[in-house]
């Protein structure tokens, strides 16, 4: 019997541990999308963006789109999410219901009225706390946007924040008018956002403006 229990545990250890690899290999991504002020009449290049990820994610990965306005720590911003099934049936049809959702989203934001401030912050830990619950191993925050933060006085955001195991991919950031007559502007707003991510324990920070090379927000280089 003694003997018996041994096996038992062993093979319960095998499982939990497979159960812990299998995990470790699911992607979950959650993308941040500004409808705030004139950045809003991105939004329609997001949809490409959406359909390079829908195109790119396997059975078990996570995906979710938010919307970035005045106020953005809330799952009410959430525009679409979905957890890919196992069955590839099932998951081309988990793939068209979202990308169905993503296109109402972006007509009503190109066709509505841009948010009057941008709390990408609020965004991002909404963000982290999606990406922790997936469980998966590989976890991204995908930030479409110029990445002007702008808040009201009411707003509250200047404390640390958690984004351990997180890669942080800035993508489409539009220069503003202030940037193109001093380009510092831009060049240290990034800097500012590297330095918080990383400080904040994201594993990875970066830039992508290609919208024609989408391949290169997941490579390690480029």
Request: with cysteine; glycine share 8%.
């Amino acid at each position: 019997m003694k003997w018996m229990r041994v096996v038992i545990g062993v093979v319960l250890a095998g499982l939990t541990a497979a159960c812990g690899n299998e995990q470790n290999y699911l992607h979950s991504v959650y993308m941040l999308v500004d409808t705030s002020g004139t950045y809003a009449e991105q939004v329609g290049k997001a949809k490409n963006v959406v359909n390079y990820l829908l195109g790119t994610l396997q059975p078990g990965d996570s995906l979710a789109v938010a919307r970035v306005k005045s106020r953005s720590f809330t799952e009410r911003d959430i525009v679409a999410k979905v957890s890919l099934n196992s069955d590839p049936l099932q998951v081309n049809s988990q793939k068209r219901a979202f990308a169905e959702k993503i296109n109402k989203f972006a007509k009503s934001a190109q066709s509505g009225k841009g948010s009057r401030y941008t709390d990408i912050s609020g965004g991002i830990i909404q963000a982290a706390e999606f990406l922790r619950e997936t469980g998966a191993g590989r976890k991204t925050i995908i930030i479409f946007s110029d990445m002007q933060e702008e808040l009201d006085y009411k707003t509250v955001r200047d404390f640390p924040i958690k984004l351990d195991g997180i890669r942080i991919i800035a993508l489409n950031v539009t220069k503003l008018d202030t940037d193109n007559m001093d380009p510092r502007r831009y060049l240290s707003r990034l800097e500012w956002w590297e330095e918080r991510a990383l400080a904040a324990g994201a594993t990875e920070w970066k830039v992508v403006n290609d919208m024609e090379h989408l391949d290169r927000m997941f490579s390690r280089r480029g």
